[in-house]
């Protein structure tokens, strides 16, 4: 919304579940590349990754060619997995384990939106009778209690000169959330650490958010470790 994303964390998925599945019949890593280039019919990667499979025919190696893909489409932790399996001569092993934390990653944020999702419902409902009261009942109201001529409580005027603003300013609203929503995106973007640390801030989620960090960092030292 507003702003374009680029390749999903199941499009990165899908990725590493192609070429592992040519790495095992004994392939090198960069004609499994190749391979996913000519068979993959999503456009964004298939540029991505001929970028990462131009790189390693010049003698990159995996790590450092996903590292420099355009947009920043694999996540860190992938990164630093695939150095050290490279590394350790244990690359079958490391992309497995990307291939697992892929795929809760996505369990996860698909049971928290199902979670939220009561929520989101009763917030929707909410920002749609503040709209009504705002646009349409506050303005009627204001016109009835003008022609009593009725001398009203301040907190009552501030209500209805609030009201009156926001029907001569109706755009002022929808920019606002535009501001929002781009702001929060760009950050998911631009500064994922910083928008992690956002979400250990939001009330509820960021129990959530907490343990699912604490979880990856163990399943991530305990890989690297046992390598």
């Keep these: 919304m507003f702003i374009k994303e680029g390749p999903s964390e199941k499009d990165v998925l899908q990725f590493f579940r192609i070429i592992m599945r040519h790495y095992n019949t004994g392939r090198p890593i960069v004609e499994c590349i190749g391979e996913y280039v000519k068979a993959t019919d999503n456009q964004e990667m298939r540029m991505i990754c001929k970028t990462v499979h131009r790189q390693m025919m010049n003698g990159s190696d995996f790590a450092p060619a996903l590292e420099k893909a355009p947009g920043s489409v694999f996540p860190p932790f992938v990164v630093q997995f695939i150095r050290v399996g490279e590394h350790n001569n244990q690359l079958e092993r490391f992309m497995e384990k990307i291939i697992h934390q892929l795929k809760q990653n996505i369990t996860i944020r698909r049971r928290i939106s199902q979670a939220t ?59 606002i959330v535009f501001v929002v929503v781009a702001i929060v995106r760009l950050k998911a973007k631009n500064s994922p650490v910083e928008y992690s640390l956002w979400g250990l801030r939001v009330p509820f989620y960021k129990d959530i958010v907490y343990y699912k960090i604490h979880y990856n960092f163990c399943q991530i030292f305990s890989l690297c470790k046992s390598s």
């Design 117 to 175: 999702l009561m929520p989101k419902i009763s917030m929707t409902i909410l920002i749609g009778a503040f709209i009504f009261l705002v646009y349409y009942l506050i303005p009627k109201l204001a016109t009835v209690l003008n022609e009593l001529k009725i001398d009203l409580p301040l907190i009552t005027k501030i209500e209805l000169a609030f009201g009156n603003f926001l029907t001569t300013f109706w755009w002022i609203l929808p920019l």
